[in-house]
């Protein structure tokens, strides 16, 4: 096999993975950047995926075909904002440690979400298969590009590449407008922001809610393109591996893409390797745990210093210094 | 000041039983809105554990491995530090209780069975070290660094067992009987459940947690370090060692958890591809127990009762078992809240005006 067909297989590969991890880590980034924590990312990525299996199902029955995974991830971006709110109002008015907010948002989130399939489905542990997922294509007339189109352009999803150009729409909305200035404002330093008449509490509800519309939209994604049923294993560490790669990313938008994409790339090696010449040589064990172990070297600080927000984790206290 | 002391120990025993109220008051709504029967839903669990030896035997079995997680973060706790690392650190230990068990057959009972209960807790240790040493000397926030560590446990135990420990049915091998905790004794008096003498080790584990913490200088430095970094500094501790030992401390207690499960309960550890759920489920432990020795006890014991009784609503009155993981999030988020319900409470009772 020649390195060029290896590339023909990974990079859409990696891409197809990739693509949760980019919403899902995007919605992290919002979320930190307004100064609350957020581990509830699994969590979110749980609800997403559950409620798009049961949203194309439902869709699907009512005869709206292909559209039923579209208009399912908008559905379940919704129902991801809507559960958020438990972690906003925990986390910022009742003010309780983020990490254990975050912790029980997990629980309750794997809970709620098997209990509801199986009071759903007569007591059966996942969903039905949906029918119309979104399928690999190859994209028309980019896939025509010599060498460059059989790589990045045939048999991918639309979703890739609007994960990709949502992480550009973030960095703007975060870098380039009032709104941005203000959440990143709340998230380094609450007090200041407060004096100059911006509210602490709107700004980080916002935040916290568009994490959670991310995530879900993240979850369900991952379901429509890559595992079509919904049950206990689908969502397996996936919102964990989104905050890795936030954090890879040092909390910037294009950054935590680009991590996402990374970490797409290994999962896709550990599934693609063994086709691979010389790879196949390779422990798959190497790929699986490559994420978290780089992750844990760059927030050792021996490749630039991973900063979070500073005034992440902490919850703000009008008149408390 | 006495009336002061009062007014806190109230408020401490307070906020955990209204939380446990609340949860279950919400769990019985969920399940009404779901068509359920919640009194016979909750009848079932207490009749269960508490009149049926089997349930019963199962309930204590359960708690055993659920303290010694409990304990494990309620310690990082004392220290300041949020140890989510428990799930990972139970898992190495497992694997390595085991391991050592099967290695070493033939060593005598009395060599063999407390080998592999340290060497649990050692690895278990060791895979809390790491975290603590990142954050004592990167500032690496041991949040991050023990959740990477979760799923780098979860990977490398299970190629570990594919590559050098398989027997059919994806698992390791049975360990030997000379390093097993089972006991037909109490397999008999409980009509067969697989409660076994680990829970003579939390029993010790919860002593010793007292004891490192309230009755010696190394525990009062690490509560000290808990309470406020930068006094203890300045009282010339060194907190960059304390915080390393906590958490290696912490991760022995999980790595225990991890052995009482290979050695008690299972007798091998299977190629698992999702984490167990109890080191997850300890952090609602030690947070419910307001991460006292004591209060580490009965909360395990009250998420055990609900999760082996759990099994028993399942099939009695119909509502899935998950209903319980509802309600322990749920009793989370009411201890999360404290500050509110303290507020409320003390709105209600009418002191909050002066």
């Known amino acids: 096999m020649s390195f060029y067909e290896v590339l023909t297989i990974i990079i859409p590969s990696t891409l197809l993975t990739a693509a949760p991890l980019i919403f899902t880590s995007l919605g992290g980034v919002f979320s930190e950047k307004s100064g609350v924590v957020n581990i509830g990312l699994e969590g979110l990525m749980w609800v997403g995926a559950f409620t798009g299996a049961v949203a194309t199902l439902t869709l699907e029955h009512a005869g709206m075909g292909q559209a039923s995974p579209w208009i399912a991830i908008l559905i379940a971006g919704v129902a991801g904002g809507i559960f958020s709110l438990i972690h906003a109002v925990v986390s910022i008015s009742f003010r309780a440690d983020q990490t254990v907010s975050g912790v029980a948002l997990n629980f309750l989130a794997s809970g709620l979400t098997i209990y509801l399939v199986k009071m759903i489905y007569n007591g059966q542990g996942q969903t039905p298969y949906i029918t119309n997922n979104i399928d690999k294509i190859s994209i028309p007339v980019l896939h025509n590009i010599p060498i460059i189109g059989p ?171 | ?138 500032k690496v926030h041991e949040v991050i660094s023990t959740i990477m560590m979760n799923y780098i446990s979860l990977y490398a135990t299970a190629y570990i067992i594919k590559n050098f420990l398989y027997t059919e049915g994806e698992r390791t091998p049975t360990i030997p009987a000379s390093a097993s905790l089972a006991s037909n004794f109490l397999a008999n008096i409980t009509q067969g459940s697989r409660l076994h003498w680990g829970f003579i080790v939390a029993i010790i584990g919860v002593i010793l947690m007292w004891l490192i913490l309230w009755k010696t200088t190394m525990g009062y430095e690490l509560r000290s370090v808990g309470f406020s970094p930068d006094a203890s500094k300045y009282a010339g501790m060194n907190v960059g060692r304390n915080i390393i030992l906590s958490m290696a401390i912490s991760g022995a207690f999980a790595g225990l958890a991890g052995a009482m499960e290979g050695l008690g309960t299972y007798q091998y550890m299977t190629i698992n591809s999702a984490f167990t759920g109890i080191g997850f489920n300890g952090i609602a432990v030690a947070l419910l127990g307001m991460n006292t020795p004591v209060g580490v006890v009965l909360a395990a014991a009250l998420f055990a009762g609900l999760q082996t009784g759990g099994l028993t609503m399942q099939s009695v009155a119909g509502v899935p078992v998950e209903l319980i993981q509802i309600v322990i999030a749920l009793i989370i988020f009411f201890i999360g809240s404290s500050y509110v319900i303290k507020w409320a409470l003390l709105r209600f009772s009418g002191r909050g005006r002066n």
């Open chain 1, 151 to 321: 790589i990045f352009f045939q048999q991918v999803t639309y979703t890739s590449y609007i994960a990709i150009l949502a992480s550009f729409a973030v960095w703007y909305l975060l870098f380039k407008t009032p709104f941005g200035l203000r959440l990143r404002a709340v998230g380094e330093h609450p007090a200041a922001a407060d004096t100059l008449g911006i509210s602490v509490i709107k700004m980080r509800y916002i935040g916290v809610i568009l994490s959670g519309v991310f995530g879900g939209i993240g979850g369900a994604v991952y379901l429509v393109t890559i595992t079509s049923n919904f049950n206990i294993s689908t969502i397996a560490g996936q919102g964990f591996l989104a905050l890795a790669a936030m954090i890879f990313g040092k909390w910037h938008p294009i950054g935590a893409m680009l991590g996402s994409l990374f970490f797409g790339f290994a999962q896709a090696l550990s599934i693609t390797s063994q086709q691979i010449p010389y790879l196949d040589r390779l422990p798959s064990v190497i790929m699986l745990i490559a994420p978290y172990v780089l992750t844990l070297i760059v927030l050792t600080g021996f490749v630039g210093r991973a900063e979070a927000p500073k005034a992440d984790g902490v919850p703000y206290i009008k008149g408390q210094r």
């Open chain 2, 1 to 138: 000041m006495s009336g002061l002391l009062k007014k806190v120990n109230w408020m401490t025993l307070v906020v955990p039983l209204v939380s446990v109220f609340l949860g279950l008051l919400c769990g019985a709504l969920i399940m009404l809105a779901g068509g359920y029967n919640p009194l016979l839903a909750y009848g079932s669990i207490i009749q269960s554990i508490f009149l049926q030896p089997y349930y019963a035997g199962e309930t204590i079995r359960a708690m055993i491995p659920l303290v010694l997680a409990g304990l494990a973060v309620a310690f990082a706790f004392r220290t300041g530090l949020f140890n989510i690392g428990v799930e990972g650190q139970l898992m190495a230990g497992w694997l390595a209780s085991v391991a050592c068990a099967i290695e070493l057959d033939g060593l005598p009972r009395i060599i063999l069975l407390p080998l592999s209960i340290i060497a649990g807790a050692v690895v278990g240790g060791l895979w809390g070290y790491l975290p603590g040493l990142l954050k004592a000397r990167f």
